[in-house]
């Protein structure tokens, strides 16, 4: 490929701004789908503020190590974590805090005063 020639990149981002205005078209058309004004307004916020990070459990495939972690506490599994992060994740997380939910079903933290559906 010569080097007059942009690649397709190049060629996509000369489009930024024309895309973003069909997406925020999209978003605020009354009469479009909601799936689709819901997918355009997610596409913004996903441009604007990064999309959300999500974590990744893998369970051990050994026996003996699932038989361990499942007889730790929570607050010894957290130890765990913490003693051991992700190379990759240490450039964007310095200090992880971990707060353990309270109630394991949010559902039944709910009295009939805040839910509306229950009055």
């Known amino acids: 490929m010569s080097t007059s020639r942009r690649n397709a990149d190049d060629i996509a981002r000369d489009y930024t701004q024309e895309a973003l205005d069909t997406i925020h078209e999209i978003m605020i ?17 996903d441009r604007g503020h990064g999309k959300a990070v999500s974590a990744v459990i ?11 972690l ?3 506490t929570e ?3 957290y130890d765990v974590i913490r ?9 964007h997380v310095q ?9 394991a079903d949010p559902l039944l933290a709910l009295d009939d005063d805040t839910d509306p559906l229950l009055r």
């Open 29 to 45: 058309e009354p009469l479009a789908e909601h799936r689709d004004r819901l997918r355009a307004a997610e596409t913004l916020l």
């Open 58 to 68: 893998n369970v051990p495939a050994a026996k003996k190590l699932q038989a361990q």
């Open 75 to 77: 607050d010894q599994l």
């Open 95 to 103: 200090d992880v805090e971990f707060t353990p939910v309270e109630t």
């Open 83 to 91: 003693s051991q992060p992700l190379p990759r994740m240490l450039q």
């Open 70 to 72: 499942v007889g730790m």
